[in-house]
């Protein structure tokens, strides 16, 4: 049982208040998309829900069965993708898995790893090094990285720019794979996207 | 409710300055032991205090960043800005004592400047001030940059009295510097006057300081009652079917 | 002797201006911080 | 904590770039003092010749000084060794976090990892690097400046905990300038007065060890250096999260 509450979160960045009095409630199983233009403070609300960085008011709070993940615990409950996330380019697909794994202390295995892989389509380039992959493959690997915790909260930012029709598919799959692990928060501005939502967020609505 | 203001001890400071200066110059005698002008030794009155009290206000500006980063109500931009309060007053004291210092010097040894330990150390902690602000400054967000610099000051808290009393007394580092007038050879009246001289300048600090508080203060509640933020809501709406159709129509 | 009446005067005068400015600006705040309270009242 | 180290280590081999701002700036420093400053001759040699003497010594090609220097001739040169370790430092070692930041990794980072694990991988990683850096130099400060050492093993002490002493702090201020926009000199500038006691220390202990005269700040650097240490692991959380 998994439940994501916004309550009145808002955040100032210098003397503009970027996101002002976002409320929502999100359970198991069910998707919140959020929307809203470029610079209308999808991403740093993304943040706020990852807990990454702190509303100046209101709180984001993970439940679990109940309890409040502490941020410690969060580091295994919540899988991250956006586009301004990177990996490190200058390791290997695998050695970014396995860099992941252990500071997240995750138990860890080959198998894991070939398996996580071949479910993004990357397998067979494990031992190549980030940087020498495409933008959409780098995409994938990010996808790789954000299942391994079996995450109870997934936050995709943007989900599908720079991927083909195949990442496409992948992601869409993984989408309803979700909903039987825990909640999706999705941020996006494709129409296309918006079927998978239960729950809509206009952060233009506030104006 | 605000009852603060013109307190008694504040209104003690103006008669308490003019007789300490009065008793400062016609009731101590100069000194002569190790002075090359006696009358240069009045510089103790006015340049030890606030050497004291600028490391005091960087311990206070140290206070108030712990409070800020470890206390109850940590977060509290209030805590910040009054580490940054009383970095400006520390750093107005540290100024005002290696300026006297200088002119000491020149009297004493003929140069404002000899990179004597104790004047190097109060360049250090001058430097350590200005870093402060030079962090405060190179930083937009309100949070993050009372996050830094409370760090810092705290970093600097701690470095700075070792680098006043520690440093300057290794055994390889020599001192023109005459200390053992201070810990040895001042008569009652002279230790009288300085304890007074300390009080009143611990005094005209910590009204500044409460000013510059009050001020942000003020700021602050007037630019509430301005802007009403946080009115707005923004709540996730519901899809009114309320089923999922994922892979249906697009 | 002339010196010292000089360094009497110069204190006098620096002093003198810092404590006018200390009282000036306290009452001023003070006068302000009333004027907030009243509004709040209101 | 492991898996920290291991990675900087790893990025750090395939694409130096914390290790070739630090090196190369020490290394230039150290060939630019021994070119451009005169470390040796009369008033830094104990048996430095004097002027007529001096003339004869060249026409007849003979050494033109002799070892066996003075105080302030040591210290000049613990002091060269000291600010060009500090300045080296202080340039190279935020790039493990500038690195972080310019990359885009720090976000996910500071997601899914403790905060101390981090702190103590980093630490780890820059005290090992500039150990490294500092290995490196005084063999090559050695061969250029000539110094004259009476206590080798207190030199190479001095030498070796002053250096963990800067990388500790240095950690935590690199830290701090990753993230505040103004990257380049801040740290130069933050640094000096936490580190001017390590500096103090390092310059009179090595001069010390170099004279042969009493004055050793081992124990009181190694104090300083679990103090600040210990203080900048419990400051190094709140600089990191948001």
Known sequence: MVELKLDSISKRFGGRQVIRGVRAIVQTGETLVVTGRNGSGKSTLLSIIAGVLRPDRGSAGLWVDGVELDPDSRRTAVGWVAPDLTLYRELSAWENLDFYARVRSLPWSRDRAEALLEQVGLAGRG????????????????????????????????????????????????????????????????????????????????? | MNRRGLAFWKLLQGPAMVGLTLLAYFWAKPLNNGFQVPEA??????????????LLWFFVAGYHAVRFLFGRGSGDLRSDSRVSFACEVGLACTLLATFSGMIFAQVQWRTPWNWDPKQVSILVLIMIYVAYFGL??????????????????????????????????????????????????????????????????????????????????????????????????VEAVRRPSGGATTGAAG | MDALYWVLGASALVWGGLFAYLIGTDLRLRRLEAELDREKRA | MAAVFLKDLRSELRTPSAISTLGMFVLTTTVLVSLTVVTTGPGLDMNALDGAALKEAVRTGARIYFPGQTLVRAQLLSAFFWIILYFGALTGIPRVFTKEEEQHTAVLLRLVARPSAIFAGKLIFNVILLELVAAAVTPIYLLLLQPVIARPFDFGAHIFVGTASISGTATLIGAMVSRSGNRGYLAVILGLGPLLPVLVAGINGTAAAMQGTGGNYVLGLVSYLGMMTALSALLFEKVWRD
């Not at chain 1, 928060?185 to 609505?205: C, K, Y």
């Not at chain 2, 030794?41 to 600028?54: D, N």
Request: proline share 5%.
């Open chain 1, 127 to 207: 031992h190549d090094l980030v940087g020498t992959f495409s933008s959409g493959m780098r995409v994938r690997l990010k996808y790789a990285v954000a299942l391994q915790c079996r995450p109870r909260l997934l936050i995709l930012d943007e989900p599908t720019a720079m991927l083909d029709q195949s990442g496409a598919a992948i992601v869409e799959a993984l989408i309803r794979e979700q909903r039987n692990r825990g909640v999706l928060v999705l941020a996006t501005n494709d129409p296309n996207e918006l079927r998978h939502g239960d729950l809509f967020l206009d952060l233009e609505a506030g104006g």
């Open chain 2, 41 to 54: 030794a009045r510089i103790i009155f006015w340049h030890v205090p606030m050497a004291m009290l600028g």
């Open chain 2, 136 to 233: 405060r400054m190179s930083v937009d967000e309100p949070q993050l940059r009372a996050r830094l610099t409370s760090a810092y000051a705290i970093l600097g808290a701690v470095a700075a009295p070792l680098l006043m009393y520690v440093v300057p007394h290794l055994p390889q580092v020599q001192t023109l510097h005459p200390t053992q007038v201070l810990t040895g050879g001042l008569d009652s009246k002279w230790r009288l006057i300085w304890m007074g001289f300390t009080v009143v300048f611990l005094g005209v600090t910590a009204w500044l300081f409460e000013l510059r508080v009050r001020l942000a203060a003020l700021e602050a509640r007037r630019s509430e009652a301005g802007d009403p933020e946080d009115q707005v809501v």
